[in-house]
């Protein structure tokens, strides 16, 4: 992703790399948003009501791997 990044800011990335690299960093931020639900109390019952919030509201809060396993 960083090296996509690099090549970016040089002008020699194509647009098929820069969507894979901000698909990374996307999965990286919904990993560290949940991250911070884990370590708050009652995590258990946070997360899905989280969840299903953001179902409702349209927001993928979970990494797309974990979306392919859900499916």
């Given amino acids: 992703?960083?090296?996509t990044?690099?090549?970016?800011l040089r002008g020699t990335?194509?647009?098929?790399?820069?969507e894979q690299?901000?698909?990374v960093l996307r999965d990286y931020l919904k990993i560290a948003g949940i991250g911070t639900l884990?370590?708050?109390?009652g995590a258990p019952i946070?997360?899905?009501l989280v969840a299903k919030l953001g179902k409702?509201?349209?927001v993928d809060?979970?990494?797309?791997?974990?979306e392919e396993e859900m499916t």
């Fill in 56 to 58: 409702a509201v349209g």
């Fill in 1 to 3: 992703m960083t090296a």
């Fill in 61 to 66: 809060i979970f990494p797309s791997s974990v």
């Fill in 46 to 48: 946070t997360i899905p």
């Fill in 13 to 18: 990335a194509t647009r098929a790399e820069m």
């Fill in 21 to 23: 690299a901000n698909d």
């Fill in 38 to 41: 884990l370590i708050l109390p």
């Fill in 5 to 8: 990044y690099e090549k970016y």
